[in-house]
């Protein structure tokens, strides 16, 4: 394991942004809950990060500092509440601010400290507090203040403890990154971490878990199993096999990329299984939504419960969890198993040992691991794509009918949002095909098809997102493409609902 700095974790929104700019700068960092830290390999810690969260420091119940924090003599940055909780620790006060900052503020360095040596005296950070340091403890003193606030940063006179009332882990933060980089090198001499040394410790790590054992793995063609997949392949070479599941619902040419991309490019041992008929077979007839989900969900537990038991010498699974997933469970129920694109967990009586080797990295990071291992820009840039795939773009009962005219009003709106060069800045883009039929002219004839829908938003995590303003004339060509070229769509209708209060999908 490389040296790393704990960043602890009091439930800042901006937490996860801590890590990651702790990590751009080339240290190996980790988000832990407090009540974790106890059960941390800290050995080779260099540091910690105290997190901004929502409490107050003097309130029952509000999390309180770890004993290990400061008994290891390491140096310790707190941010916002992280800050406060150090003042309430050494005997500060901590109370309410009459004049609550949030924000962008102008704050006044007013003497030298390792933290914001060679800036500006004056600087622009984003504040986000409601609660002030207004007495700080003893052995502690004052670095700078704003307008309201006396102290927004602090340091101890002998020690390497420092508080700081913003946020520099935000962009609104001037120079905010240099001063986690000062910080950081308070706390090592070197910098290590990045995706090749990733890749050689993974490399050891995972072949000595192996062995001569077997690997399997669901690849469903999205980044995060196509990167476990190069990954094992780069790894494991005959002793991985990757299963894919085509249940039908694919997107036009997906099952194609797929097999070029693994099977005639990676020369991985890729099988494919052809499920089409078996889950259309089973969604006939229903319309309800969360009905189809579970449906999608059951059978493709099924088929892969099925294809396990033709690899006897399988003895484990390989699945693409992510940081976020560890995070978001909780490091007390990390390895649990995903559920596949959120459409249904994998057997509890599985024999499998559980491999998750991407379980320490970001989605940004994972990307940057696809391209390092040689994967395409079209697979490891791919945004966002639902594990019951075009069932739940299709509203109502789900038919091959349906299924192609998703597919090819899909592949328009691709082609073109990318001929535009908007897939860089379009997080996610999609069609909807209603139930709606409307009437239409079509030359001299009268028609009666189905309303789609084109939805396009732009986010960065899924949690909100935000419509995508497509220019009106683009949205006019591939509109005018899709009732020209695709047979049953006569008119075609643009989402302008954000995040919320609709949701990115419509099922």
Not at 273 to 293: C, N, S, V, W
Request: glycine share 8%; aromatic share 6%.
């Amino acid at each position: 394991m490389n040296e790393q700095i704990i960043v602890i974790d009091y439930g800042s929104q901006y937490n996860q942004l801590i890590v990651r700019r702790i990590r751009d700068l080339g240290v190996f960092a980790a988000l832990v809950h407090p009540e974790d830290l106890h059960q941390v390999d800290l050995t080779k810690t260099k540091g910690f990060v105290l997190s901004g969260g929502p409490n107050s420091v003097y309130e029952k119940n509000a999390p309180q500092l770890h004993e290990k924090v400061l008994e290891m003599n390491l140096p310790v940055l707190g941010i916002c509440y992280g800050m406060q909780l150090l003042a309430h620790h050494f005997g500060g006060l901590v109370e309410s601010h009459e004049k609550k900052e949030y924000g962008t503020t102008e704050i006044q360095i007013h003497e030298d400290n390792p933290l914001t040596h060679g800036l500006p005296n004056d600087l622009k950070v984003f504040m986000s507090h409601g609660d002030q340091v207004k007495k700080l403890p003893k052995a502690f003193k004052s670095l700078a203040s704003s307008a309201s606030t006396e102290h927004v940063m602090m340091m101890h006179e002998t020690k390497p403890i420092y508080g700081i009332q913003f946020h520099p882990e935000v962009r609104h933060t001037e120079h905010g990154l240099k001063m986690i980089d000062h910080f950081i090198s308070l706390c090592v001499n070197e910098r290590s971490w990045s995706m090749p040394l990733f890749i050689d410790e993974k490399a050891k790590e995972i072949t000595s878990m192996v062995g001569d054992g077997h690997v399997i793995c669901g690849l469903s063609g999205g980044v995060d199993s196509s990167v476990v997949a190069a990954l094992l392949n780069h790894i494991l070479k005959d002793q991985f096999t990757p299963i894919f599941v085509d249940h039908g619902l694919l997107r036009k040419g997906e099952r194609e990329q797929v097999e070029k991309t693994f099977k005639d490019e990676f020369k991985m041992n890729l099988v494919t299984i052809d499920a089409k008929k078996r889950f259309l077979d089973k969604l006939a007839g229903i319309t309800d939504p969360e009905t189809k989900r579970k449906i999608i969900g059951t059978e493709f537990i099924r088929v892969f419960e099925d294809e396990i038991k033709k690899h006897k010498d399988a003895k484990f699974l390989a699945q693409g969890t992510l940081y976020t997933d560890v995070i978001e469970s909780g490091t007390k129920t990390a390895q649990t198993i995903k559920s596949h694109h959120n459409v249904g967990g994998l057997p509890k009586d599985m024999k499998l040992k559980l491999i998750e080797p991407l379980n320490t990295l970001f989605k940004d990071e994972v990307r940057e691991l696809g391209l390092l291992l040689g994967l395409p820009k079209p697979i490891v840039n791919r945004q966002p794509f639902p594990g019951p795939g075009l069932a739940i773009r299709i509203l109502g009962d789900v038919t091959e009918e349906k299924i192609r005219i998703v597919q090819e009003s899909d592949a328009i709106l691709r082609e073109e949002i990318a001929n535009y060069g908007l897939d860089q800045t379009i997080w996610q883009y999609f069609t909807v095909l209603t139930p709606l039929k409307t009437v239409g002219v079509m030359g001299d004839s009268r028609t009666y098809d189905h309303v789609l829908v084109i939805r396009a938003v732009t986010s960065i995590d899924g949690m909100t997102a935000d419509v995508a303003h497509i220019p009106y004339p683009i949205l006019q060509k591939i509109s005018n493409r899709m009732t020209n070229e695709v047979k049953g769509i006569n008119r075609v209708v643009y989402d302008i609902t954000s995040k919320p209060p609709g949701t990115i999908e419509w099922e």
